[in-house]
């Protein structure tokens, strides 16, 4: 059960000035002189970062949007022991480590290490955990276990993306920019102005290139007659769209404020070229990819990978005319409440997430029908969290609680073909988490 940690210590009074986590200083890196006034809701209410006592590393617009960042893939290595990567031959499945923990099993029935938040709403799985925001307000880290406020998932920490609420004031940015291999991304930021209690923002991004590999016909015809013909001229491309829909309302004079949240993202690509570096030649008659072995198929005629190795980087390949592809549509609905009774915070998060996620990969880089796989997952969630925080005996009692429930569904059907399809198997899997 995703946040059964959760559900159980949020539903208790947590005293959160804990200085076990404060060893590692907090750190803004929107300002070079030192640290900056930053307002981070790691703790679950608005607080300065200096004043945060765990390990938390935030970055602010300024340093996001001078670097082009608008998704976790872009952020690299913004923070001691933290690590942002794309699974290996995948462009839209995370891996974050945080102080050496990490999950690097891509299925859908893989819990991350570390827990990943869009505005407070838990993105709860690797696939399809990376998409764009075109306008973000702040990225924050929580280094180290996060269980007592973020619940399962948190062994390795937190990393919350917090979009820019709308402002109610008429305002428009955008910014296109265009690179190497076609390279050209544009995105855009319009903020309306309020009509009554109401106020809407709008932000989008599209983002296109070509593949870094170019796709060529099998240079070995003679050797290797069987192999297929290419299906694509180029792989290791991109091509993303993503959009978001921020509605608030906040009535002149209430203590009550809802903000309305749907994102989508959509991603229809290419994924990475699986180069073929090495062979395992190990002399046994088994070994059927060693050409100098008895047990080397058909005299040698069928599946002559050796042909086809190379350990040097190449910007050249040839692969058959399997499909080929990397396909991810994500889309999710939040609400979230907030009522502020001045000594006490009363907050509702209300959210779905759908995730379509689909590739096919050609494992042996080569024209050979060696080794094909596919998966096709389909992923939603549904959960509800209500916090309560608030400070009591002259601000000397700072107090977090709360309960979450969580509700899921994610499955995978998994075609696989290797030798030419005299060896087929069905690997599927899922899970239902509540």
Request: no cysteine; charged share 20%.
């Amino acid at each position: 059960m995703k946040h059964l940690l959760a559900a159980t210590a949020l539903s208790t009074l947590a005293l959160v000035a804990n200085p076990a986590f404060a060893q590692d200083s907090a750190q803004d890196d929107t300002n070079t002189s030192g640290i900056g006034d930053i307002v981070v809701t790691a703790q679950k209410r608005a607080e300065n970062i200096q004043e945060v006592p765990i390990a938390i590393s935030a970055v602010g617009s300024q340093f996001l949007e001078t670097r082009g960042i608008t998704s976790i893939d872009a952020l690299g290595s913004i923070a001691p022991n933290v690590k942002f990567e794309r699974a290996p031959s995948n462009k839209t499945i995370s891996q974050i480590a945080i102080r050496g923990s990490v999950t690097i099993n891509p299925a859908v029935t893989w819990e991350p290490a570390a827990g990943l938040y869009l505005n407070g709403v838990y993105i709860a799985k690797a696939q399809g955990s990376i998409f764009d925001v075109a306008d973000l307000e702040r990225v924050e880290i929580l280094r180290g276990p996060q269980g007592t406020l973020y619940g399962r998932n948190a062994l390795a920490g937190a990393v919350n993306l917090v979009p820019k609420l709308p402002t109610g004031e008429l305002g428009f940015k955008g910014e296109v920019s265009y690179g190497n291999y076609d390279s050209w991304k544009a995105k855009a930021a319009l903020d309306l102005p309020a009509f009554g209690p109401f106020s809407l923002k709008l932000s989008g991004q599209i983002q296109k290139r070509d593949g870094f590999i170019k796709i060529v016909s099998n240079p070995y015809p003679v050797q290797a007659p069987y192999a297929g013909p290419r299906s694509v001229d180029r792989t290791n491309d991109v091509d993303g769209k993503s959009g978001m829909i921020q509605l608030r309302f906040a009535p002149e004079g209430s203590a009550l404020t809802a903000d309305y949240m749907f994102d989508y993202s959509k991603f229809d690509q290419r994924p990475d070229y699986a180069q073929l570096v090495r062979i395992n030649k190990n002399g046994r008659p088994e070994d059927i990819f060693d050409p100098n072995s008895t047990g080397f198929p058909f005299g040698g005629a069928a599946f002559p990978l050796h042909l086809f190795v190379n350990p040097e980087r190449q910007s050249t390949g040839s692969i058959d005319g399997s499909p080929l592809y990397e396909r991810s549509r994500t889309y999710g609905h939040a609400l979230t409440l907030t009522l502020d009774l001045g000594a006490a915070t009363i907050k509702s998060i209300t959210a779905y997430r759908n995730l379509k996620w689909n590739d096919s990969l050609d494992l042996d880089g080569s024209p050979l029908p060696v080794a094909l796989t596919a998966r096709n997952t389909s992923f939603h969630s549904w959960s509800q969290e209500l916090q309560a925080t608030g400070e009591a005996l002259d601000d000397r009692l700072k107090y977090v609680a709360g309960v979450f429930y969580y509700k899921e569904k994610a499955e995978t059907l998994g075609p696989q073909s290797f030798f030419g399809g005299a060896m087929r198997f069905q690997s599927d899997y899922g899970s239902h988490t509540e």
